[in-house]
């Protein structure tokens, strides 16, 4: 960023008093302007033993698979999120059931949610953000053409906790940063 | 938010292409100012039956206790800004646990994740956010002047879950929005 939010001069890389990390702070106003990690949500949908899966037609990772998800909005629940989502990117209706995996996304500066889910009837198609969605059989999964390594991680331990009968969460971080900003 | 942060011209609130939300828009360049919920992360932490309790030197809410939280940060996970700000607010080194509570505050536009931790050592002071440091047993938590709902939350759960023998996850939603602002 290069310019103040609240009044427009240029802003500047410094550590406000009292604080120990490098802000974007106002050189007329003083503002200091705060980035904190970004929420993704999503959910694993699944009927008779399908998982609803969607290709994306935007970038990042345009045609590539994915769970429906995308970022939290102000004003709603991470189950909120979660489920509009799915309408949104697979016209799907769906239940939201328990968390499913905590994945922190380092290098994007995101925190991935993901739910698992119920989609009660088999209606779906594609939202303006897909190119296709499709029910597929956990044995059909497109593991080599999955858009990003948090949904695989969300997928796998979704299949690995079915088969145990069981539901809990898991954390999960990735790290694709520089080896220098590891340090800090 | 008044100005670009990218040119530093005035925006506008419109609803992008493809959106279905009305954003801050630059007049000049066209770039979008996406606003999301932020993460607040603290925990419960935990030596010999007694919860370490910071009574706040800051506002919002100065003069009343609370559990170390504080907002994530870029380049961290969850567990590690739960620890960091009891180090910062407690200036204690804890243990963080399992996952105690997500608690969506709907009309300050934050998400609260709280977990479970162990204080190794009783060896804590209070930092420059917090008035005093104290370890208090249940039954003398001061329930009438813990500082926010989500805080009252967090620890009616671990409590009732330490009894139960049990660390199960929770979900809240806390929601003070006029009431026109719900509809949406």
Same mark, same amino acid.
């Given at each position: ?112 949610? =993901? ?32 858009? =990003? ?36």
């Amino acid at each position: 960023m290069n310019f103040c939010e609240k009044c427009g001069a240029p802003v500047q890389l410094a550590v406000p008093a009292g604080d120990h990390l490098s802000r974007h702070v106002c050189t007329a106003c003083g503002h200091i302007h705060y980035r904190n990690p970004r929420l993704v949500v999503g959910c694993v949908p699944e009927h008779e033993q399908r998982i609803l899966l969607c290709r994306r037609a935007i970038e990042p990772r345009r045609g590539y698979w994915t769970v429906p998800a995308g970022f939290m909005e102000n004003g709603e629940t991470l189950q909120q999120a979660a489920a509009r989502e799915s309408a949104e990117e697979a016209l799907a209706e769906v239940t939201i059931g328990s968390l499913l995996a905590i994945v922190h996304v380092l290098h994007a500066e995101q925190v991935h949610v =993901f739910f698992r889910a119920q989609l009660p009837a088999a209606r779906f198609a594609a939202g303006p953000e897909s190119l296709e969605v499709a029910l597929v059989a956990p044995r059909d999964i497109p593991w080599d053409d999955i858009a =990003f390594r948090s949904t695989d991680f969300a997928l796998r331990r979704y299949l690995e906790d079915k088969a145990a009968g069981a539901e809990p969460y898991h954390f999960h971080s990735i790290d694709q940063r520089p080896r220098a900003e590891h340090a800090g």
